[in-house]
T-cell receptor, first 113, second 114 residues
C-alpha cells in the first residue's frame, strides 16, 4: 500500500530565501506525482504535476523533481515571498489512470517579511 | 478561468441526519472525485466516478455514502445517517480526460456533525 510522507512538517524562512520541500513515497510504481498548495480553510490548488517518465517540471519560481528509484520528489521554491505561506501537499498517483491520489501530510510554510 | 464549485461552504447537522454535498465540476471534465480531510489529518480519497458509475472507492466509502450525477452539471455526495466522525472538510475534484491527469479541486464543504 502506497504511503506518502513529507518533511519537514513545518518550515519558517525569511523572505527571499530559496527553499526545498521533500516528499517520499514507498511504492515507486507511480503514474504521476502532483504538488498542491492549500491555504488555511481553503481548497487545494494544483501547482505542478510530474509524469512518471519525467524528471522535473517548472512553473515560474517553482521547480519539482521526481526520482522514482529512490521514491522521492522535491519542490524547490526560489526567492520565497510572504504570499507563498501555505501548506504544501504532495500526492502520488498509483497506476492505472483511474486510481486515486495518495496524499502526504503536508509541509506548513511560513515566509516572514 | 473555469473552476470547480461546491455548496454549501459550511454545513452543521445533527448526528443521524442525512446530508447532501453538492459540486459543480468544470464543464467538459469527465472524471469526478470526492476526498475528505479531517481536521489536522491527511486528505483522504473517498470515491472516483466516470461514465456514470463508480470507478473506485476507498474503505471509508461504506454503505452510508453514495454519489450521483443527477444531471449534466452536478455531482453530489450523500451521507445517509451522519456520525460524529464524519465531521471533516469534503473536497470535490474533476479531471478533463485520459490525456490530462491533473485534478482540479473545489474549495470544499466543511461539515460539522453534532
Amino acid at each position: 500500500k502506497q504511503e506518502v510522507t513529507q518533511i519537514p512538517a513545518a518550515l519558517s524562512v525569511p523572505e527571499g530565501e530559496n527553499l526545498v520541500l521533500n516528499c517520499s513515497f514507498t511504492d515507486s510504481a507511480i503514474y504521476n506525482l502532483q504538488w498542491f498548495r492549500q491555504d488555511p480553510g481553503k481548497g487545494l490548488t494544483s501547482l505542478l504535476l510530474i509524469q512518471s517518465s519525467q524528471r522535473e517540471q517548472t512553473s515560474g519560481r517553482l521547480n519539482a523533481s521526481l526520482d522514482k528509484s529512490s521514491g522521492r520528489s522535491t519542490l524547490y521554491i526560489a526567492a520565497s515571498q510572504p504570499g507563498d505561506s501555505a501548506t504544501y501537499l504532495c500526492a502520488a498517483h498509483p497506476p492505472p489512470i483511474g486510481q486515486n491520489f495518495v496524499f502526504g501530510p503536508g509541509t506548513r510554510l511560513s515566509v516572514l517579511p | 478561468e473555469p473552476e470547480v464549485t461546491q455548496t454549501p461552504s459550511h454545513q452543521v447537522t445533527q448526528m443521524g441526519q442525512e446530508v447532501i454535498l453538492r459540486c459543480v465540476p468544470i464543464s467538459n471534465h469527465l472524471y469526478f472525485y470526492w476526498y475528505r480531510q479531517i481536521l489536522g489529518q491527511k486528505v483522504e480519497f473517498l470515491v472516483s466516478f466516470y461514465n456514470n458509475e463508480i470507478s473506485e472507492k476507498s474503505e471509508i466509502f461504506d454503505d452510508q455514502f453514495s454519489v450521483e450525477r443527477p444531471d449534466g452539471s452536478n455531482f453530489t455526495l450523500k451521507i445517509r445517517s451522519t456520525k460524529l466522525e464524519d465531521s471533516a472538510m469534503y473536497f470535490c475534484a474533476s479531471r478533463p480526460g485520459q490525456a490530462v491527469e491533473t485534478q482540479y479541486f473545489g474549495p470544499g464543504t466543511r461539515l460539522l456533525v453534532l
